[in-house]
């Protein structure tokens, strides 16, 4: 998505270049970076104005200038993607901060020729760009246009939900996303960080329509997922008995507690609670009893009811199940409508959307 990064002082001497390994440039960056220097220096002296973007052929650039030390600098960006430009603008502005920041002895002084201790900024730049997301951004596009289960990619500040980046086919209801998806991410950070200490991976929500939405938090970017599968119980999920007669399981929860007493559970589940939305626990059991989570179990409410409401609002469905994923536990709630099902798994062993759909479904069919 990225093709290239310059940094050229205002000599017009290129202190560093990064592009990404299957680039097929013809290696001119100095030659390169001389033209752009003196189209800069002419639009600032005949029309008293910096270039902020240049459109080639098939190539945008996008420039930033930083003029506080004694070396002045322009930062600049290539790219193909001109839907990215909004992003981009982030990126540079982080490169340029970061650049500055590292080298600040160095670019504080007069130029002396020597630009081999700037390489050392290529681990920084991945970094960078791996907290924009700008890594799996190129593989998300290929997977959408190919028609396999993924039908859009949407990209979000984290804090205010200003949709950055969208490639989709489906529609997407941009406005619903940019409102809730921040918010029930603020809920999941809160859950894992306050209870297990973790830092929050991953969210997955899942339809009865089998319509899969993942929220992966990088560190400047919310990165929103849509997929689609096949398989659609919606009629027989709804028609449990559970869901059809609400308060005969309200009023007489032990009703509800004997079918699941009686189920096998699969090895990858190491505890189990059935929770009423009040955060009542009516059942449980450790299978693996070396930690327990029933203290932290009655806060997942939260978690689910902002789950439930955006599977309401963006899809129009019924809830199947939620779950967020940390760096060691995993916690998926199955929704019962007065009652979730709460299943807590080490995500070494959950760690795929289709194995907790598939775990999730396995004991959707022995209520049956």
């Not at 907290?131 to 979000?156: A, E, M, N, P, Q």
């Not at 990165?223 to 399981?249: A, N, R, S, W």
Request: net charge negative; hydrophobic share 40%.
């Amino acid at each position: 998505m990225i093709d290239g990064i310059l940094i050229i002082n205002d000599s017009g001497a290129l202190l560093y270049n990064w592009h990404p390994e299957n680039y097929e440039g013809d290696g001119k960056d100095d030659l390169f970076s001389g033209f752009l220097t003196a189209i800069n220096s002419f639009a600032t002296v005949e029309r008293g104005e910096d270039i902020k973007s240049l459109k080639l052929k098939e190539t945008r650039l996008i420039f930033e200038k930083y003029d506080e030390l004694i070396q002045k600098l322009t930062i600049v960006i290539t790219t193909k993607n001109e839907e990215l430009i909004e992003l981009l603008h982030a990126v540079i502005h982080d490169i340029m901060d970061k650049f500055t920041e590292l080298f600040l002895d160095s670019l504080n002084k007069e130029f002396d020729g020597a630009v081999s201790q700037f390489q050392i900024f290529d681990t920084h730049v991945k970094f960078i760009i791996k907290s924009h997301g700008l890594d799996i951004l190129d593989d998300s596009i290929r997977d959408i246009d190919d028609f396999t289960t993924l039908k859009s990619v949407i990209y979000l500040e984290p804090k205010g939900g200003t949709v950055y980046y969208i490639h989709a086919k489906q529609y997407v209801d941009k406005e619903k996303i940019s409102f809730l998806i921040p918010l029930i991410m603020n809920t999941a950070k809160l859950l894992n960080q306050n209870n297990f200490n973790e830092q929050l991976y991953w969210i997955l929500l899942n339809t009865v329509r089998s319509e899969i939405l993942i929220i992966e938090p990088r560190n400047k970017i919310l990165i929103v997922k849509q997929h689609q599968l096949t398989e659609d119980f919606e009629e027989e999920f709804l028609g449990l008995e559970f869901f059809k007669e609400k308060e005969k399981y309200v009023k007489k929860p032990k009703k509800l507690i004997e079918k699941f007493e009686n189920i096998k559970w699969n090895p990858s589940i190491k505890q189990i609670y059935l929770v009423d939305m009040v955060g009542k626990i009516f059942y449980s059991n450790l299978i693996d009893s070396t930690f327990d989570c029933s203290e932290y179990v009655p806060e997942t409410i939260s978690f689910l009811t902002s789950s439930k409401k955006i599977s309401e609002e963006i899809y129009c469905r019924t809830l199947f199940n939620a779950s967020l994923g940390g760096e060691k536990l995993v916690t998926v709630c199955l929704n019962f409508n007065n009652f979730t099902l709460i299943i807590i798994g080490s995500t070494q062993e959950l760690s795929s959307f289709s194995i907790i759909q598939n775990l999730c479904s396995e004991i959707y069919r022995k209520l049956k």
